[in-house]
T-cell receptor, first 113, second 108 residues
């Protein structure tokens, strides 16, 4: 069953701590994305990657880091530099044409303790 | 600067009636537009799309209209059903620009 998997579903971060959100896809998609959703707001792009070992900053990359060592995986690290990390994080993937629809994971809710 | 805008944060409609959701964009180079539907605590799912070479695309109860001169697109849902209650996002090609979303509530 092809799809995109995010884990964990809920995550809590202490002050000064880095946390990593997992995103795995078995759709053989080249492109992967991370979005952040705040209550009552839309999706804002954090980082995206169109090919292995390459990624670009989105609109709100500060305080976040990513890696793309494998086609299937695109983990997002929320660093201690991100002062307002509480949000719903969504990972997505798509084919490489740029016109293909995104497939989203079920999201990770990150909260600060 | 937001390139895709949904100016109506919410919409309430009676079951069986038409829901009309609107979306405006600023970049005339966008060549493909998509609508996504999202339930709480879940990821968005693709609903319907339209290429910029068309002005209408229909899929069952869902129709998207594109007015390139006005840089405006709309999603029509008819008839609206309770299961349509969700947040709807419009997005422009490349998936890098999403609107803020419109929350649709269908009343029984």
């Amino acid at each position: 069953d092809g799809g995109i998997t995010q884990s964990p579903k809920y995550l809590f971060r202490k002050e000064g701590q880095n946390v990593t959100l997992s995103c795995e896809q078995n759709l053989n998609h080249d492109a992967m994305y991370w979005y952040r959703q705040d209550p009552g707001q839309g999706l804002r792009l954090i980082y995206y990657s169109q090919i292995v070992n390459d990624f670009q900053k989105g609109d709100i990359a500060e305080g976040y880091s990513v890696s793309r060592e494998k086609k299937e995986s695109f983990p997002l690290t929320v660093t201690s530099a991100q002062k307002n990390p509480t949000a719903f994080y969504l990972c997505a993937s798509s084919g490489s044409s740029g016109l293909e629809k995104l497939f989203f994971g079920s999201g990770t809710q990150l909260s600060v303790l | 600067d937001q390139q895709v805008k949904q100016n109506s944060p919410s919409l309430s409609v009676q079951e069986g009636r038409i829901s009309i959701l609107n979306c405006d964009y600023t970049n005339s180079m966008f060549d493909y537009f998509l609508w996504y539907k999202k339930y709480p605590a879940e990821g968005p799912t693709f609903l319907i799309s339209i290429s910029s070479i068309k002005d209408k695309n229909e899929d069952g109860r869902f129709t998207v209209f594109l007015n390139k001169s006005a840089k405006h697109l709309s999603l029509h849902i008819v008839p609206s059903q309770p299961g349509d209650s969700a947040v709807y996002f419009c997005a422009a090609s490349g998936e890098l620009s999403f609107g803020a979303g419109t929350t649709v509530t269908v009343r029984a």
